[in-house]
T-cell receptor, first 113, second 113 residues
């Protein structure tokens, strides 16, 4: 069965620091990959997605992610975080021929002003 | 454009009571989903429906039933609520054919005492 692992449960950074959140999935076939963000008190919204093509995907608010097939990874990055990036971040995976979308346990990011 | 509408927003049940969570989307999406969100557990898929008339089990289906009444509506039923079902429930929909992201409702906070 497909699964998603997010290594960092809670990350604390200062403003302007660089960010990388890890995401690994377990499935050997074709996958679609997503990062979602949940700001306090809100529901999830899409940051970026990978379906095919260029493995480096750019999303909203300066986020990007790189799909490395050989490592089964889809890590989220941002060169310089802001206080407003404080939120919980979720990686999700979908197997191409199925509608099932599975989420990781999330990473809570706290940015110090 | 309402998007995904969930009702109720809050509910308190006693152990053994039953209830149905309602979800409707007005985006003409084929795929609909029910997730539960618990602290430290991320979002876990309960059931999903790839199209009208079809439903499939997700990661944690025990204790729940679903109905895809038509293309717009996807309800989640708890036949005999248990304290372990205390959670925040999110309905979501997507246009999988167009590789669209999940659109989430605002959630239902359920407490079972």
């Amino acid at each position: 069965a497909q699964s998603v692992s997010q290594h960092n449960h809670h990350v604390i950074l200062s403003e302007a620091a660089s960010l990388e959140l890890g995401c690994n999935y377990s499935y050997g076939g074709t996958v679609n990959l997503f990062w979602y963000v949940q700001y306090p008190g809100q529901h999830l919204q899409l940051l970026l997605k990978y379906f095919s093509g260029d493995p480096l995907v750019k999303g909203i608010k300066g986020f990007e992610a790189e799909f490395i097939k050989s490592k089964f990874s889809f890590n989220l990055r941002k060169p310089s975080v802001q206080w407003s990036d404080t939120a919980e971040y979720f990686c999700a995976v979908n197997v191409n021929r199925d509608d099932k979308i599975i989420f990781g346990k999330g990473t809570r990011l706290h940015i110090l002003p | 454009n309402a998007g995904v509408t969930q009702t109720p927003k809050f509910q308190v049940l006693k152990t053994g009571q039953s209830m149905t969570l309602q979800c409707a989307q007005d985006m003409n999406h084929n795929s609909m989903y029910w997730y539960r969100q618990d602290p430290g557990m991320g979002l876990r898929l309960i059931y999903y429906s790839a199209s009208e008339g079809t439903t499939d089990k997700g990661e944690v289906p025990n204790g729940y039933n679903v109905s895809r009444l038509n293309k717009r509506e996807f309800s989640l039923r708890l036949e005999s609520a248990a304290p372990s079902q205390t959670s925040v429930y999110f309905c979501a929909s997507s246009d999988r054919a167009q590789m669209g992201p999940l659109h989430f409702g605002n959630g239902t906070r359920l407490t079972v005492t």
